[in-house]
């Protein structure tokens, strides 16, 4: 296999592994449970083993069925870990592949602020799948994910301004209030209605993140993205004569709008040009 491959799978198993932990977390938010204990099956309780729970591969060898009562294993769990698997090696690829990960660990002198970077973009990531996850399945964005990731954004524009693409300024400061106030004011006007404030505490991580105009091409991508899929929904709906939601899908069915956003920052962030297109396809 070539070395290139070979790291970019490692990075994809590196990955996963995050991805089984976000399930873990996903699952057990807000439930009671803590994240120390052991993962079992929530049917009938037995404890699962490692074999059980490699990532993407035990779903696979165990034909999405509990070794002990045969019950259904949700598809949440081995989505949630290919999709980690695939943004860890996105990240590695973002930042050069593998000759840039060689250089930075064989040089004489460690590039720290590389290494904080690379965390940074795992940390952030890993939150904002969750968030995506949870979410599409509940309608609920929890606070304290979106503060962290928040807070985190801010901390790497203060702290780490070499990562960013540009150099960041007096506005890049603003963006993440700024993006946010619109969404906040969607709120207000429409008593909850049309936007749900988490959205807009999600933007405020999405403005520091990204900055003003990155910003604000991942949001117009975002209501372009659920625009389709909301239009695509309707005529599956319209055609199967069933909900894929076990209702029926309407006008005024609600639609989670934190993938959508976080779809348009993880587009804006790996395929900087597609900024080019959506400001021709603006103006």
Known sequence: MDMEYLFYFLAFIFGSLIGS?????????????????????????KQLTWTELFPV???LALRGKCRFCKSKISWQYTIVETLMGLLSALIFW????????????TSARVDLEWF?????LFIVFGLL??????????KII????????????????????????FTPGLWDLLAGPALALPFALLWVVSEGRWMGLGDAKLS???GWFLGIKAGITA???????????????????RLAKSSIFHRRTTMKSELPFAPFLILGLLLVFFIPEVMNYVTVWMY
């Open 21 to 45: 932990f976000l399930n873990v977390v996903i699952y057990r938010y807000n439930t009671g449970l803590t994240l120390l204990g052991r993962s079992f099956c929530f049917s009938c309780n």
């Open 57 to 59: 591969f035990s779903f």
């Open 94 to 105: 973002r930042l050069g592949g593998m000759s840039a990960f060689l250089n930075r660990v």
């Open 116 to 120: 904080l970077f690379v965390a940074f």
């Open 129 to 138: 799948l969750a968030v995506s996850v949870y979410d599409f399945k509940h």
């Open 142 to 165: 929890p606070d304290n994910w979106v503060y962290t990731f928040a807070a985190v954004a801010f901390l790497r524009l203060v702290f780490l301004p070499g990562t960013f693409m």
């Open 204 to 206: 405020l991580g999405l």
């Open 219 to 237: 949001i117009v991508l975002a209501f372009w993205l659920g625009a389709i899929f909301g239009v695509a929904l309707l005529a599956v709906d």
